[in-house]
């Protein structure tokens, strides 16, 4: 907030944004002081409701951008397809580093859009759970993550069918992995000054660039602001 970048031509919001509000501030980092900018904002099916919420707003359909994110590598990127196979690999092997975020993502992912299923009308969780589970296949995982007890319970997802649940021997500490943060631990800067409180936003998924590799099962629509 307050922050400003020179000569952003674009911003691309990957997911639906936690409000209105929200995606008018970020669009308003692009087209600054005279110049010219672009909003490219990508939905899934489940998130195509959000249009709704933009009345008033000028947000038209760009097939020409679908069809570059239905097959992204159709320009013969031969480098970037081995790159995204081989990050898919490392996580299905179990990769530590790569695992473990992508365990974060998906955690993310059910936490954010289990507080947004009146806004996309879902009714059931078990559907939620089933577009969380095809996320982590994108993602490379050969197995859905698990999720411990806990936070299963947190979730309200107890009962739900999909979830895969953790052996009791799991570390307490990788249940957790997404459930802390920023707001619930000390703020300082960096001389050691305690910052002031500030209200907690709503937090979003944690997105990937593995999601990027298999977008076209993804896309509903993508919408171009100029």
């Known amino acids: 907030r307050g922050v400003g970048y020179p000569k952003v031509s674009h911003v691309i919001q990957f997911g639906m944004p936690s409000s209105r509000e929200q995606y008018i501030h970020r669009l308003g980092r692009t087209g600054r002081a005279g110049t010219e900018g672009k909003g490219w904002l990508i939905l899934g099916p489940f998130e195509s409701l959000f249009l709704e919420e933009l009345k008033g707003i000028e947000i038209p359909r760009d ?5 570059i994110l239905k097959d992204p590598l ?3 990127e031969d480098v970037i397809e081995k790159t995204m196979q081989e ?3 490392r996580v299905g092997n179990g990769d530590k580093v790569l695992s473990l975020s992508g365990q974060g993502a998906y955690q993310a992912f059910l936490g954010y859009y289990l507080g947004q299923m009146k806004r996309i009308k879902m009714k059931r969780k078990e559907a939620l759970v089933d577009i969380a589970n095809e996320f982590s296949g994108a993602m490379g995982f050969r197995e859905v993550p698990a999720l411990g007890k806990n936070m299963i319970n947190k979730m309200g997802l107890k009962g739900i069918s999909g979830i895969s649940i953790k052996a009791p021997s799991s570390s307490d500490n990788e249940d957790e992995y997404q459930s802390k943060n ?6 300082e800067h960096s001389d050691g000054r305690r910052m002031k409180k500030t209200k907690r936003m709503s937090r979003e998924p944690i997105l990937t660039l593995l999601e990027y590799h298999l977008v076209a099962s993804y896309v509903a629509c993508v919408c171009t602001r100029k």
């Open 63 to 67: 097939p020409s951008l679908t069809d």
């Open 74 to 76: 159709s320009g013969g």
């Open 87 to 89: 990050m898919e690999a």
């Open 182 to 187: 920023i707001s619930s631990q000390k703020r």
